[in-house]
């Protein structure tokens, strides 16, 4: 079967179990012949999945013609891979890869050419069938795309600690930037790419950036416009948009997943380079800190202060002698911004459910960075904690608590008066170190 009627039909069911019965005969096949997928020698439906799907490659064209009229001759597999390697090498740009496609459309019969030669130059085989279910059904037939993900660290706070840069988190589009052949392109995080910020990928396109993959956000005062420019929305255009970078590997590095350099030194690459950038290339800043030490905590919560009052998304959070990883890690954390209060108990509320007969929340008021605060505080309490303080409860009124939350709202209730969005228990404030109640 050629290798269009296999898109064919999976692009006329959308089932993924169907496509997957529909490829495994396929794939089956090429493993017969060859002893495995991976190690495919001239089988052309491997070849042109490949070829579309591994977001490594890339053709330097953004519009290819649909072709209509009588069919052409037929273009062989072997000639179109060819075209495509010029492609990718970019030793045919501007109007001799325009000519060059011309011909081969030319040449092609309908069907080969829209369904199966041009949607490998667009990247897009549009027939719900990507790298994640060939892989499934034929492992590690097409490489898959990945960057550094970080956990949320609300959910991880005992590894908030040690030797760590801070950076601030924009609020912008996660980018990867791939310098190859004398040309960058821009990704998503998922791989898809993302055409539509030619200055950007025009201020990188340099020799002394060949080989490396910068890891960013694109930025823009505009967010909803730059969303837009992102979904390729006709006539969306950001133009202060620039990429913000935090991190940089070799394309080697990245395409192995990992590399063992700390981010101490990949940040000293960066530097290394960044006299080479301009106003559309911009390193975040990244401020190195001990988290251990008093005098780093003083700084991480400035800084978490300053993401609030700016408008920041949060904090990133980034062990310094940590290397990189092409997957979602523990070693990157992100942090909402947060505000911290202290506020004064002037009662406890019994809990309900599971906490019937134990502490429930407790009630606090107070006056905070000139704010009249008045609320219930029932979040970050431990079971041995809600029985403890129940079992003393009289005790508690008047003491000191630490509450830490996203924001501080007004009550709809009265002007006056302050509330918390999402408020958490921290700590008692005012007992001796180690004195239990």
């Known amino acids: 079967m050629n290798p269009w009627n296999t898109i064919q039909q999976l692009e006329a069911d959308n089932s993924s179990l169907a496509k997957q019965a529909i490829l495994k005969p396929v794939l089956d096949y090429v493993a017969e012949s060859t002893g495995t997928v991976a190690d495919y020698t001239d089988n052309d439906f491997i070849m042109g999945v490949q070829l579309a799907?591994?977001?490594?490659?890339?053709?330097?064209?953004?519009?290819?013609?649909?072709?209509?009229?009588?069919?052409?001759?037929g273009y062989p597999m072997k000639e179109f891979e060819e075209l495509a390697s010029q492609l990718q090498l970019r030793h045919l740009t501007g109007h001799d890869a325009r000519d060059a496609i011309f011909q081969a459309m030319k040449l092609s019969t309908n069907e080969q050419w829209n369904d199966w030669y041009r949607r490998i130059l667009i990247k897009d085989l549009r027939c719900g069938t990507g790298a994640k279910l060939i892989n499934k059904v034929a492992p590690d037939t097409v490489p898959?795309?990945?960057?550094?993900?970080?956990?949320?660290?609300?959910?991880?706070?005992?590894?908030?600690?040690?030797?760590?840069?801070?950076?601030y988190k924009y609020d912008g589009v996660r980018v990867i930037a791939i310098v190859q052949n004398g040309t960058a392109t821009l990704h998503s995080r998922n791989g898809k790419l993302l055409e539509n910020f030619p200055h950007i990928e025009e201020a990188l396109s340099k020799p002394e950036f060949e080989g490396l993959v910068f890891d960013g956000e694109v930025m823009s005062e505009d967010f909803q416009t730059l969303m837009r420019q992102v979904h390729r929305k006709e006539g969306a255009q950001t133009e202060d948009s620039y990429l913000a970078v935090f991190d940089m590997l070799t394309i080697d590095e990245f395409n192995a997943g990992y590399t063992p350099m700390s981010a101490i030194d990949r940040r000293d690459r960066i530097e290394q380079l960044s006299g080479l950038f301009n106003y559309r290339i911009q390193l975040v800043e990244a401020t190195l800190v001990n988290l251990d030490l008093d005098e780093g905590q003083a700084k991480f919560k400035a800084m978490n202060k300053l993401a609030l009052d700016e408008g920041y998304e949060g904090l990133m959070i980034k062990p310094a002698h940590e290397g990189y990883k092409c997957k979602r890690s523990h070693a990157w954390l992100k942090i909402k911004p947060f505000i911290e209060v202290t506020l004064?108990?002037?009662?406890?509320?019994?809990?309900?459910?599971?906490?019937?007969?134990?502490?429930?929340?407790?009630?606090?008021?107070?006056?905070?960075?000139?704010?009249?605060?008045?609320?219930?505080?029932?979040?970050?309490?431990?079971?041995?904690?809600?029985?403890?303080?129940?079992?003393?409860k009289d005790a508690v009124i008047g003491q000191l608590v630490e509450?830490?939350?996203?924001?501080?709202?007004?009550?709809?209730?009265?002007?006056?008066?302050?509330?918390?969005?999402?408020?958490?228990?921290?700590?008692?404030r005012g007992f001796a170190v180690g004195e239990k109640l």
């Not at 799907?53 to 001759?73: C, H, N, S, W, Y």
């Not at 898959?144 to 950076?167: R, S």
């Not at 019994?350 to 029932?378: I, P, R, S, W, Y």
């Open 403 to 428: 509450i830490r939350a996203d924001a501080a709202t007004q009550s709809q209730d009265a002007d006056e008066i302050w509330s918390l969005r999402f408020p958490r228990f921290k700590t008692f």
């Open 344 to 392: 004064t108990v002037v009662g406890v509320e019994e809990g309900t459910g599971k906490n019937a007969g134990m502490l429930g929340a407790f009630v606090v008021e107070g006056n905070d960075d000139g704010k009249d605060f008045h609320l219930n505080v029932g979040s970050g309490l431990t079971d041995d904690m809600r029985k403890d303080v129940w079992a003393v």
């Open 53 to 73: 799907l591994d977001p490594m490659v890339t053709f330097g064209v953004k519009q290819v013609p649909i072709r209509e009229g009588a069919d052409g001759e």
């Open 144 to 167: 898959l795309f990945g960057c550094m993900l970080a956990h949320d660290g609300a959910k991880h706070p005992k590894k908030i600690t040690g030797v760590c840069y801070i950076e």
